[in-house]
T-cell receptor, first 108, second 117 residues
Framework: GIQVEQSPPDLILQEGANSTLRCNFS?????LQWFHQNPWGQLINLFY???GTKQNGRLSATTVATERYSLLYISSSQTTDSGVYFC??????????FGTGTRLAVRP | KAGVTQTPRYLIKTRGQQVTLSCSPI?????VSWYQQTPGQGLQFLFE???????NKGNFPGRFSGRQFSNSRSEMNVSTLELGDSALYLC????????????????FGPGTRLTVL
C-alpha cells in the first residue's frame, strides 16, 4: 500500500510565527486530506487537496501530485493551532493511510 | 447537518470481554470507515463499509469485525479483548460513490476511548 511520511515530527513555534509542514507519499493519490487533531482526539478536516492549492484563512495547502508531496502552511500561528497535524492519502481502490503526524506546540 | 456521532464515548472493559461500538454517519453519507489510534502504532485503518458491504479491510485479527446497516449506521465489535486493544477508535463517513472515484472527503466522529484492564 501507499506510504505516507510527514516532517518534521515535532515543531515548537512562538505565537505569530509561520510554519510549513510537509507530507510525502509513495504513489499516485485520488484523495489527500490534512487534519488537525485537537487535545480531545477529534480529527478536524482542514483540506481535501489531492492536487492544486487551497486557502482557508491563515491556513493554506499545496499538493504537487506529480512530485508526490503536499505542504501545509500555517501563518501567524496562534496557541489554538497547537495539536497534531495529520496528512492522509488514498490511492484508487485502497484504504486511507495516515502519516505519523507533526506535533505542533505554539507558545504564547 | 449533524456530524458523525459515536457511542459510547468512553468504555472500560476487562480482558476476555467483548465490546460493540456504534457510529452514525452524516446524513446522506453511504460510506463508513473505522480506525484505531494508539500512541505506538498511530492511526491504523480497520475497515470500510459502503452500502452494507465491506469494501476494504485492514490488517487486524479476526477478533475485530464490523457491519453496516441499511440506514448506513455502523457497528464494530471486538471479541476476547486484550490489553493492547486499548485505544481511541475513530469512525469516519464520506459521500463515497459506487465507483470509488470522485471527491471522498472523510469526516470523523469524536471517537470512543476504550480501556482494557
Amino acid at each position: 500500500g501507499i506510504q505516507v511520511e510527514q516532517s518534521p515530527p515535532d515543531l515548537i513555534l512562538q505565537e505569530g510565527a509561520n510554519s510549513t509542514l510537509r507530507c510525502n507519499f509513495s504513489d499516485s493519490v485520488n484523495n489527500l486530506q490534512w487534519f488537525h487533531q485537537n487535545p480531545w482526539g477529534q480529527l478536524i478536516n482542514l483540506f481535501y487537496i489531492p492536487s492544486g492549492t487551497k486557502q482557508n484563512g491563515r491556513l493554506s495547502a499545496t499538493t504537487v501530485a506529480t512530485e508526490r508531496y503536499s505542504l501545509l502552511y500555517i501563518s501567524s500561528s496562534q496557541t489554538t493551532d497547537s495539536g497534531v497535524y495529520f496528512c492522509a492519502c488514498r490511492s484508487s481502490g485502497d484504504k486511507l493511510t495516515f502519516g505519523t503526524g507533526t506535533r505542533l506546540a505554539v507558545r504564547p | 447537518k449533524a456530524g458523525v456521532t459515536q457511542t459510547p464515548r468512553y468504555l472500560i472493559k476487562t480482558r476476555g470481554q467483548q465490546v460493540t461500538l456504534s457510529c452514525s454517519p452524516i446524513s446522506g453519507h453511504r460510506s463508513v470507515s473505522w480506525y484505531q489510534q494508539t500512541p505506538g502504532q498511530g492511526l491504523q485503518f480497520l475497515f470500510e463499509y459502503f452500502s452494507e458491504t465491506q469494501r476494504n479491510k485492514g490488517n487486524f485479527p479476526g477478533r475485530f469485525s464490523g457491519r453496516q446497516f441499511s440506514n448506513s449506521r455502523s457497528e464494530m465489535n471486538v471479541s476476547t479483548l486484550e490489553l493492547g486493544d486499548s485505544a481511541l477508535y475513530l469512525c469516519a463517513s464520506s459521500l463515497a460513490s459506487v465507483s470509488g472515484r470522485g471527491e471522498d472527503t472523510q469526516y470523523f466522529g469524536p471517537g470512543t476511548r476504550l480501556t482494557v484492564l
